[in-house]
């Protein structure tokens, strides 16, 4: 197996994680690793044109379901790793003072939202549960096309605060905070994972996926802020 290379194609958002589990799994079965980091939508082309990769990873099960439908991956192994929780993220030491969702709706709050990727629409489902939706499109000054292109705005500080996932503030602990959501306006989304369709090696490409969804896998990812229990307690098995 020594002389096996496995090719990850992984939205920047989900790589550390998956880039912890492959360095672990190299060290037990010795299996190198090829990373493809980048914007979902640019990895979903990449792979479309060059017919490569052994495995996708990404932040939402809509970015699955469109590979799916273009035949660029195996259906039968899409298997979840985690949730992400979406979360108001703001600049270090919250200057605004953004203490709620109501807070984005204040006259004069700049707000900053995501087109694409896993973020797509989160701002949308958040102010609409909140029925907030009009008072907080007023606010929204900028918009970014992927995750790391919205917490920049914060770091930029171009905006206020940001609609992004509270797993964030692992990343970037020392730029954001976050800035929680009331159980009953989060909005969750799994990070999927799943064999590509042109893998020439897709017995040890579903091993690397069994172990990232394993205890093993599943506790890198919680040191992420990944979460892999429901908090509505009728849906905990």
């Avoid at 709050?109 to 609409?128: F, N, P, Q, R, Y």
């Amino acid at each position: 197996m020594s002389s096996k290379r496995l090719h990850i194609y992984s939205s920047g958002a989900v790589a550390p994680p998956i880039k912890k589990c492959a360095e672990e799994f190299t060290a037990k079965y010795g299996i190198d690793f090829e990373f493809t980091v980048g914007k979902a939508e640019e990895l979903i082309s990449e792979i479309t044109e060059l017919k490569q990769g052994d495995v996708l990873t990404c932040g939402a099960e809509f970015i699955f379901d469109e590979a799916q439908v273009k035949g660029l991956i195996f259906g039968e192994t899409r298997r979840s790793v985690g949730y992400r929780r979406s979360a108001i993220l703001v600049p270090k030491g919250n200057p605004k003072g953004i203490n709620s969702i109501y807070d984005l709706a204040d006259e004069g709050t700049k707000v900053g939202v995501s087109l694409g990727g896993c973020l797509l629409g989160i701002w949308d489902e958040v102010a609409s549960k909140a029925g907030l939706t009009d008072k907080i499109r007023r606010n929204i000054t900028d918009f970014a096309d992927g995750c790391g292109a919205v917490v920049a705005l914060l770091n930029q500080k171009k905006v206020d605060a940001v609609f992004g996932w509270d797993a964030f503030q692992k990343l970037w602990p020392a730029t954001i905070e976050v800035v929680d959501l009331p159980r009953e306006l989060q909005v969750f989304r799994s990070t999927g994972i799943a064999v590509i369709q042109f893998s020439k090696q897709r017995e040890p490409a579903t091993q690397f996926i069994d172990y990232a969804t394993s205890e093993k896998g599943k506790k890198i990812y919680r040191s992420y802020g990944w979460i892999h229990a429901s908090p509505e307690p009728r849906y905990i098995s």
